[in-house]
């Protein structure tokens, strides 16, 4: 990023193919529509090109990316405000290297994880995304959410517990 | 309260991000304790959870699309370059030119102003030396119009329009007898005191005229207002005009004279009757 923001612009190329399937698996989670989590990645390295001046050596290109990511996202779902929380296809997310029988069951839970996940407030299911799906590291999302990794902590902590609570309600294995 | 520090690094050692130490003190508290352990098996349920599902890609047009965008930057980001580069040379040239010391920046200023000065006092002398019928021209209009703005505003309703004209005149030159016959009906005949002392201050440029002078002088007897007259009297007296004592002596001897008018009449007629 250092040689992208002292002007040659062309090796971002390079961490475009490093960075933007997990950018675009973020946005998914987060808005559940692919063809706006598309344009959200377009958008976040159309930023990146635009505001590279302002990178700090500091923090770690990803914590920056998806720092970009939020606000462009943020900037995106006020103009949606309740629109797609839930993703269009859930069998996107659904493995299909499994057993007939496994692959019916995982897919219906699979479908409940996804519910559950979408019916958190935003700010949870961000933190659990971040954490989960985007293997940021604590300091990372402290960096990216602007607070303290202790906080992440507890944040992450208590999304994992209301995301149980939620699955195992719609699992009908506890009063929601 | 070991419980909530125990139950907060949950998720971080089903990642498997604890270290070797932080891991072990874990487990062992899960081991001996029954609500952590079932807080454990929940959660793992649900982390586990997420682990069957696939990583969605994105459309291979994303990278395309990027990709175009990338390259119309740089075209444009070196297009820029280069227009940045042609200009350089011009400012240094421009630059060498200017004296770094400040000495020697005031010295050069001061040069400049001086050159600029003479040469254009050189070339307005030089133009006004040579007779140029467009100018000539030029300021007829501008005459015309002055005296046409002059004549319209002196014959306005309101006193305070005739009080601008009145103004006006000024920039009227003196030659304009049409200016200076409407200054005279102003002060024999306009309504407002204000305007016609106005007047009387306005025709001071054109008191050289005798015939002026004369009007004035026949105008003193039929003011109404002592200001008009003490203000003719004034303007009449200036040019030691000698027709002007016997008007004097007729307002003096009349008893309805306004005795202020009176004295300046008086004062008027000695320094006359002194010049002789």
New interface residues.
Partial sequence: MQEVRS?N??R??LL??RH??PL??YF?HLTGS?AL??DL??EV??RI?KYRHTYQADTTFRAWMYQIGRNACMDQMGKRKGEVAMPENLG?????E?LPDRQVQ?KQ??VL?HKALAAMPAEKREVLVM???MDL??DEIASILKCEVGTV??R??RA??E??DR??ALGGERAS | MICDRIREQIPECLAGRLDAAAREKVIDHVDGCSKCRAEMAELGVVWRGFESMSEPEPSPEVRVRFLETLHAYQEGYQEAQRKQVYSVPVKSWWASLWPSRPIWQATFAATLLLVGGLGGKYLVGGRAAQPNPEMAQLQSQIENLRQLVTLSMLREQSPSARLRGVTYSYQVTQNDPQVEQELLRTVNHDSNVNVRLSAVDAITKFAQNPEVRQALIDSIPVQDSPLVQVAIIDLVAQSNDKKLAPALRKLIEQKETNEAVKQRAESALKKLEATR
């Fill in positions: 002007g612009v062309g971002l190329e475009f193919d933007h399937r675009f698996r998914l692919r989590s598309e990645v377009q390295f159309f090109l996107e997310f659904s493995s299909a499994m995982n839970e699979t994880l954490s989960r799906f590291k604590y902590k507890v992450v902590y994992m517990r995301l149980g699955f195992f």
